[in-house]
């Protein structure tokens, strides 16, 4: 999996306001949650989670606080609700000897039989939560939709990786072939012009 970079300064008072400091300044507060209770508050800039935030991709995150480096996952973000401005990201450290788990892109490939026939292609889940060694974790999960015929769907029990756990329910539709009204009309002519 890709690593994406983030500098922070820690946090020594989290009262309001000092949050509310941070925050008029153009930076938000972060946690590193760590074993035993162990947390650790810092800062990083808006701008410097652009690329970690508003992306369709998954990531390590190589956190760089006061100069020493941790690993982790991004686990909840926190966003105004008017705004979408980002108020606050909860991380969780990485250990390399203990699975992972983070969300991770769904990448359709192939051409739907369904489709082909006319049928309308519904991308209903387009991130799946996944567990696996951090040597183990993907980009993205690849499903190939060839097969897929009108009316029916793929879920999630349909789905193997190796050395990849996925922690949705088995029955999280992923995607589906819808019938269409050209997909409906086509049977009809196919037997019109069979009587002819």
Same mark, same amino acid.
């Given at each position: 999996?890709?690593?994406?970079?983030? !500098?922070g300064v820690?946090?020594?008072?989290l009262t309001?306001?000092?949050?509310?400091?941070?925050?008029?300044?153009?930076?938000?507060?972060?946690?590193? =949650?760590?074993?035993?209770?162990?947390?650790? %508050?810092?800062a990083?800039?808006?701008?410097?989670l652009?690329?970690l935030v508003y992306?369709? %991709?998954?990531y390590?995150? !190589?956190?760089?606080?006061?100069g020493?480096? =941790?690993t982790?996952?991004?686990?909840?973000?926190?966003? %105004?609700?008017?705004s979408?401005?980002?108020l %606050?990201?909860?991380? =969780?450290?990485?250990?390399?000897?203990?699975p992972?788990?983070?969300? $991770?892109?769904?990448?359709?490939?192939?051409?739907?039989e369904g489709?082909?026939?006319?049928?309308k292609?519904?991308? $209903?889940?387009?991130?799946?939560?996944?567990?696996?060694?951090?040597?183990d974790?993907?980009?993205?999960?690849?499903?190939?939709?060839?097969?897929?015929?009108?009316?029916k769907?793929?879920v999630?029990?349909?789905?193997? =990786?190796?050395?990849?756990?996925?922690?949705?329910?088995?029955?999280?539709?992923?995607c589906a072939v !819808?019938?269409?009204r050209a *997909?409906?009309v086509?049977?009809?002519?196919a037997? *019109?012009?069979?009587?002819?």
């Open positions: 999996m890709k690593t994406i970079e983030l !500098k820690s946090r020594v008072s309001k306001a000092a949050v509310k400091k941070l925050r008029n300044n153009g930076e938000v507060p972060c946690v590193l =949650y760590g074993e035993n209770g162990k947390n650790i %508050h810092f990083v800039t808006e701008r410097s652009k690329d992306t369709p %991709h998954a390590l995150v !190589k956190l760089d606080v006061d020493v480096v =941790y982790a996952v991004r686990r909840e973000i926190q966003t %105004h609700p008017v979408d401005a980002i %606050h990201i909860d991380f =969780y450290p990485v250990n390399e000897d203990r992972v788990a983070i969300d $991770v892109p769904l990448a359709l490939s192939g051409n739907s489709v082909r026939q006319g049928g292609l519904q991308l $209903v889940t387009r991130r799946l939560k996944i567990s696996a060694l951090p040597k974790l993907p980009d993205e999960l690849h499903v190939d939709i060839s097969n897929l015929a009108i009316g769907s793929i999630v029990s349909d789905l193997s =990786y190796d050395k990849v756990n996925i922690l949705n329910p088995k029955t999280t539709i992923i !819808k019938m269409t *997909a409906a086509q049977p009809v002519a037997e *019109a012009d069979k009587k002819k």
